[in-house]
């Protein structure tokens, strides 16, 4: 099993700055991908950003040119790095692990959610 714990919400104002963390630990052979996604109040769940290790990263539009995704392989940890942040950004952002297991088999993870809030 593996676990992500999230770190680094909180409350900014409009055009400020916030960073994400978000650390996966337990048991398992090889992460392949991680994520970010959030969940405004009555609205789905929906990609922010994603990123396969080694491989292709894609932003939802409306946070492009203003988030970045980043990895450090050797923590196992991925960052959110979120600039000129907007109201609409308000939501719970939940980070997401895909993996394959000590047994090779492909599974994810997920966070438990750590809330940002945009407002003046």
């Known amino acids: 099993q593996v676990q992500l714990v999230e770190s680094g919400g909180g409350l900014a104002q409009p055009g400020g700055s916030l960073r994400l963390s978000c650390e996966a630990s337990g048991m398992m052979f090889r992460i392949e991908a991680m994520g970010w996604y959030r969940q405004a109040p009555g609205k789905e769940r929906e990609l922010v950003a994603h990123?396969?290790?080694?491989?292709?990263?894609n932003y939802a539009d409306s946070v492009k040119e203003r988030f970045t995704i980043s990895v450090n392989n050797a923590k196992n940890t991925t960052y959110l790095e979120m600039n000129s942040l907007k109201p609409e950004d308000t939501a719970v952002y939940y980070c997401?692990?895909?993996?394959?297991?000590?047994?090779?088999?492909?599974?994810?993870?997920w966070g438990q959610g750590t809330q940002v809030t945009v407002s003046s």
């Open positions: 990123t396969v290790i080694g491989g292709k990263t």
């Open positions: 997401n692990a895909q993996y394959y297991s000590r047994s090779l088999r492909p599974s994810d993870a």
